[in-house]
């Protein structure tokens, strides 16, 4: 990983990011703040792979902290894993011969940061059940399938991705994303031991508490996505926290 300015902070809001442009509608404002967050994680992608210095666990620490500033659906989680491969295709270019090795090392990252947000959405899956009567059964189903469909939801992106790439960078993903297709992925491995003991959990919760039509749900809806957001922020900081000692170490080491 790079030790100066890569894993130093989480994303800043640019300016005038902290509040509404004028005439600007909260729904406007959400998507201005996704879109910015987007292309700073792609910078900082594109950074970090020309660099090449500790690319797997840098994409993994920012994947992760993108993710924990969503909502974890399955939109948001494309838009993440868009913006990777744009700065990882960007990034290498500097490469050359060794661009594949570079990539792979991005996608090792990559599933490595899915398979936190995973784990994040499994844990507040698991609160759902404990605390069934606050919950909807409708939005306990949705997220149980959008954490099913992860594995699906990346290699399409993969695939789509790779299609609007230079020449160099669709012919290697290509043939990664079918390597993947064909052994699987470090992603559908985990999604495969979750889901021995997830969904009985689920079904044995008991009676859940809200009709999915009511505004009591949507607000259910709402809170089990923050809990998993909660998760993940807290993966998201302990990352952030061994970087930053793993930098102070390095940085140790060359004074000595």
Same mark, same amino acid.
Request: no cysteine; proline share 2%.
């Given at each position: 990983?790079?030790?100066?300015?890569?894993?130093?902070?989480? /994303?800043? /809001?640019?300016? $005038?990011?902290?509040? /509404?442009?004028?005439?600007?509608?909260?729904?406007?404002?959400?998507?201005?703040?996704?879109?910015?967050?987007?292309?700073?994680?792609?910078?900082?992608?594109?950074?970090?792979?020309?660099?090449?210095?500790?690319?797997?666990?840098?994409?993994? +620490?920012?994947?992760?902290?993108?993710?924990?500033?969503?909502?974890?659906? #399955?939109?948001?989680?494309?838009?993440?894993?868009?913006?990777?491969?744009?700065?990882?295709?960007?990034?290498?270019?500097?490469?050359?011969?060794? #661009? +594949?090795?570079?990539?792979?090392?991005?996608? =090792?990252?990559?599933?490595?940061?899915?398979?936190?947000? #995973?784990?994040?959405?499994?844990?507040?899956?698991?609160?759902?059940?404990? +605390?069934?009567?606050? @919950?909807?059964?409708?939005?306990?189903?949705?997220?149980?399938?959008?954490?099913?469909?992860?594995?699906?939801?990346?290699?399409?992106?993969?695939?789509?991705?790779?299609?609007?790439?230079?020449?160099? @960078?669709?012919?290697?993903?290509?043939?990664?994303?079918?390597? #993947? =297709?064909?052994?699987?992925?470090?992603? $559908?491995?985990?999604?495969?031991?979750?889901?021995?003991?997830? /969904?009985?959990?689920?079904?044995? *919760? $008991?009676?859940?508490?809200?009709?999915?039509?009511?505004?009591?749900?949507?607000?259910? $809806?709402?809170?089990?996505? *923050?809990?998993?957001?909660?998760?993940?922020?807290?993966?998201?900081?302990?990352?952030?926290?061994?970087?930053?000692?793993?930098?102070?170490?390095?940085?140790?080491?060359?004074?000595?």
């Amino acid at each position: 990983m790079s030790q100066d300015n890569t894993h130093e902070s989480k /994303p800043q /809001p640019q300016a $005038g990011a902290e509040s /509404p442009k004028a005439g600007e509608t909260p729904q406007a404002e959400s998507q201005r703040q996704r879109e910015e967050a987007m292309a700073w994680l792609e910078a900082s992608v594109r950074e970090a792979v020309a660099k090449g210095e500790d690319i797997r666990e840098t994409v993994r +620490r920012l994947t992760v902290e993108a993710l924990s500033e969503g909502r974890l659906n #399955a939109e948001e989680v494309r838009q993440v894993i868009e913006s990777v491969l744009k700065g990882a295709g960007a990034g290498i270019e500097k490469h050359g011969s060794r #661009a +594949r090795e570079a990539l792979e090392e991005v996608l =090792r990252g990559l599933e490595d940061g899915l398979i936190k947000a #995973a784990e994040a959405s499994k844990l507040a899956l698991e609160e759902a059940a404990s +605390r069934a009567q606050e @919950f909807a059964e409708q939005d306990v189903k949705l997220a149980l399938e959008q954490l099913r469909n992860l594995e699906r939801v990346y290699l399409d992106t993969l695939t789509e991705v790779a299609k609007r790439g230079s020449e160099q @960078f669709r012919t290697i993903l290509d043939d990664l994303v079918r390597h #993947a =297709r064909n052994s699987g992925t470090a992603i $559908g491995e985990y999604l495969a031991e979750v889901m021995e003991e997830l /969904p009985r959990k689920l079904r044995e *919760a $008991g009676e859940w508490g809200l009709k999915a039509v009511s505004e009591s749900a949507r607000v259910a $809806g709402s809170q089990l996505a *923050a809990i998993a957001s909660g998760f993940l922020a807290g993966i998201a900081d302990a990352l952030d926290r061994q970087a930053k000692r793993l930098g102070g170490e390095d940085e140790h080491r060359r004074k000595s």
